[in-house]
């Protein structure tokens, strides 16, 4: 089935640590999206990527990298630098202008 | 800059009430899309409309109908004959291009439904 999948599903980070979510769509979408949600916040987009190497910031990128070496695979590294790295954060795909397809999510919590 | 206002925080319903959700946007471009989106408790977002500036007309799907009015910046989403699974947070979306040049969505704060039996 095509879809983007998201892992891990629950991911724990001690203090100083950076940590990387996984991102993967099998949809061929160009463009794909990293957002983050905090409790009853809207989406913020954090970084995203309309092509292969090439990325771009979002509203909200400090303490954040990413990489888009493969079409389908657009990880996100949340690093120590991020202060309140705590929230839900969202992974979507899209074609050009049309509709985006979310992830189910990864739920990072910091320990 | 591109904005969207979802003003209702939270509406409780009984079932089978009727429920509309509104959503005003802010867009100086004159071709613009815009979006609904439910999020159901395990919080992937689901895509239920995409509208183009140039498409004013209604349109219903099922239970679900949508009002787009350019003249009052307004896209409001309307579930008739509510039902529990209908309970979700919706969010509203504005897909335009940023000052970089780039295809990006702008969303409201969403409206937390809950659908009481």
């Known amino acids: 089935d095509g879809g983007i999948t998201q892992s891990p599903k629950y991911l724990f980070r001690k203090e100083g640590q950076n940590v990387t979510l996984s991102c993967e769509q099998n949809l061929n979408h160009d463009a794909m999206y990293w957002y983050r949600q905090d409790p009853g916040q809207g989406l913020r987009l954090i970084y995203y990527?309309?092509?292969?190497?090439?990325?771009q910031k979002g509203d909200i990128a400090e303490g954040y990298s990413v990489s888009r070496e493969k079409k389908e695979s657009f990880p996100l590294t949340v690093t120590s630098a991020q202060k309140n790295p705590t929230a839900f954060y969202l992974c979507a795909s899209s074609s050009r202008l049309n509709e985006q397809f979310f992830g189910p999510g990864t739920r990072l919590t910091v320990l | 800059a591109q904005k969207v206002t979802q003003a209702q925080t939270e509406i409780s319903v009984v079932e089978k009430e009727d429920v509309t959700l509104d959503c005003v946007y802010e867009t100086r471009d004159t071709t613009y899309y815009l979006f609904w989106y439910k999020q159901p408790p395990s919080g992937e977002l689901v895509f239920l409309i995409r509208?183009?500036?140039?498409?004013?007309q209604n349109e219903i799907s099922g239970r679900y109908s949508w009002n787009f009015q350019k003249s009052t910046s307004s896209f409001n989403f309307t579930i008739t004959a509510s039902q529990v699974v209908d309970s979700a947070v919706y969010f509203c979306a504005l897909g335009g291009y940023s000052g970089a040049g780039s295809y990006q969505l702008t969303f409201g704060k969403g409206t937390k439904l809950s659908v009481i039996p």
């Open positions: 990527s309309q092509i292969v190497n090439d990325f």
């Open positions: 509208r183009n500036s140039f498409d004013e």
